[in-house]
């Protein structure tokens, strides 16, 4: 092959984008301001009870922090990086549930609940998942040092927007590295695992092995800052064990036994459309792991329930062209635990077109008296504020 200019050119691009043969790595902490003494005014704080779940909010709505010291998930404050306020997370929903659940899958062994939707009551770890790389210095930061999680209410930060928002393995290792710094892991000199110093964005996981604690990037042994935890699951203070390390904050496997409440928010139960019916299915869906991909199972009438599910995000869906009749719906939502919730709803298709509400105003329900027939349909007044969803 000839080497023209161009050529030459893209492999200068190539070369520069993977120095190495492989991803950059970026490093994964920014360094933290110095401590301030402890707020006399803190929240009071109930520690965390060795061997309880837990739970991880990572919060892509944006935030704006006010100064405290420990830092406050529930009140919103940090002694750190409260200086100006965290933009929502530009990145799509899908991306959000891509990076939640591989942080599921990561923490699957452990009592850790992750949630996008902040808890309304008990404590928890608050990941800010928001602010670019290049603004912070690195991908994330966290306060360090807690080997109890006495303070379990600590703020961390991802900083994943910007260049890096369709980062879904690297999101979940830095919003993973930056909690597990604020439940008191080091790090370790163990590439490809979520406590090394620095990552991209291929998938890694939490180690069972005694690693070697790590103070920096160029892998130098450092102070670690849970000797005694580290003695104890490793016969050695300098080296730690991850597992080991989260069992012990959080005991086992945290176990999904809540299913999703679904609320249907169009159309409306009993709703009547003019044949062929085009309407689509909204659905208010909430859950102790929302968002996810849930499973959906929709079918019509006595017809069998579908073997196949459909799995989205959200469960909502689209019915075109249904004719005329009384049409009972069934729809199954699962989450990723495999726990179901039913919603049943039934649509009237006729063939005239749907009453004006202002002509009957006052009146939310027309026709005769005969119920099943078509004349017994209630038409809320609400009929003609339908949205169109996209
Ligand atoms: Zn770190």
Redesign the pocket.
Known sequence: MEASPLNAALLLLTLAAEPSGGPRMHR??APLPPRPPTDALAAPIRPHALGQNTTLYVNFEGVELTECNPSDSRRDCSWYNFEQPFPPFSGTIQTQVGVLQAMRSDVADYGIRVTAQRPESGNYTMVVYGGTEAEYGAL???P?GDCDDEVPNQIAFAHLDGELSEWVNGGATTAL??AA?SWGLD?IDAEGSI?F?SGNNSPTYFRDECDLMVEDTDLNPGQASCPEVNMAHCGDSSRQNAAARLTRLFGPAYVDMQAPTVELLEPRDGQYFQAPANFDVVFETNDDQHPQAYSVWAWLGDEPRPADDSVRVDPGFSVTDLPIGTWEFHVVVADEAGNETEVDFTIEVGEDPPPDPATDEGCGCRGGRSPGALGWICVPLALARRRRWG
């Open positions: 994964q902490d994330g930061s966290a360090a590295h930056e710094h790090h406590m110093p």
